[in-house]
């Protein structure tokens, strides 16, 4: 299994503010995916990340508004860019176990924005 | 596309009550399947996970059996804990695909002592 860490656990932000938050894997992956979970809602995935390679945004989502890093094989940020309340969600970042079967979670970022 | 449709809660349960939490999906391959459940303030877990048809999964007492001819991977356990208060997350994989999951609404337990 993998442990995850993101930073920050939480955070209230005002509109027209930009949030990054990391994601620290303690093994290295090759793949590491972004998740948007509304409130009360399912989790929809935002983009996948790559080392080395530019980020693939899910249908709705764009780079400008949700840049992505992936500087090594244990890390990646997400921004939220120019956040408004709709931005107010959990966001959460995974990995993927061994033999690709499951996924393994962090445990999430929840964002307000006022 | 694959899809994943769960029954809808709140599901209200009084402790040691047997528990079902219903799971139907879609997909064109021969998808893996999975339960995951997310605890008050916490990330998704891996609860357990069936990889082809007729296999159990199951863990902490919970267990789910993968049918293909109802297409379905409902949870079960037969006495609840006040502890099992969670919303339940049915998914997907397609092992034929990316393997990126396709995730049910969630739906979320609530166990009274």
């Known amino acids: 299994s993998a442990v995850i860490s993101q930073k920050p656990s939480r955070d209230i932000c005002q509109r027209g503010t930009s949030l990054t938050i990391q994601c620290q894997v303690d093994?290295?992956?090759?793949?590491m995916f972004w998740y948007r979970q509304q409130p009360g809602q399912s989790l929809t995935l935002i983009a996948t990340?790559?080392?080395?390679?530019?980020?693939?945004?899910e249908s709705g989502f764009v780079i400008d508004k949700f840049p992505i890093s992936r500087p090594n094989l244990t890390f990646s940020t997400l921004t939220v860019s120019n956040m408004s309340p709709e931005d107010s969600s959990i966001y959460l970042c995974?990995?993927?176990?061994?033999?690709?079967?499951?996924?393994?979670f962090g445990p999430g970022t929840r964002l307000t924005v006022t | 596309g694959d899809s994943v449709t769960q029954m809808e809660g709140p599901v209200t349960l009084s402790e040691e009550a047997f528990l079902t939490i219903n799971c139907t999906y879609t997909a064109t391959g021969y998808p893996s399947l999975f339960w995951y459940v997310q605890y008050p303030g916490e990330g998704l877990q891996l609860l357990l996970k069936?990889?082809?048809?007729?296999d159990k999964g199951s863990n902490k007492g919970f267990e789910a059996t993968y049918r293909k001819e109802t297409t379905s991977f409902h949870l079960e356990k037969g006495s609840v804990q006040v502890s099992d208060s969670a919303v339940y997350f049915c998914a997907l994989s397609d092992q034929g695909g990316s393997y990126i999951p396709t995730f049910g609404r969630g739906t979320s337990l609530i166990v009274h002592p």
């Open positions: 990340a790559n080392q080395g390679s530019e980020a693939t945004y």
């Open positions: 093994s290295q992956v090759t793949m």
């Open positions: 069936a990889t082809k048809a007729d």
């Open positions: 995974s990995v993927f176990g061994q033999g690709q079967h499951e996924q393994y």
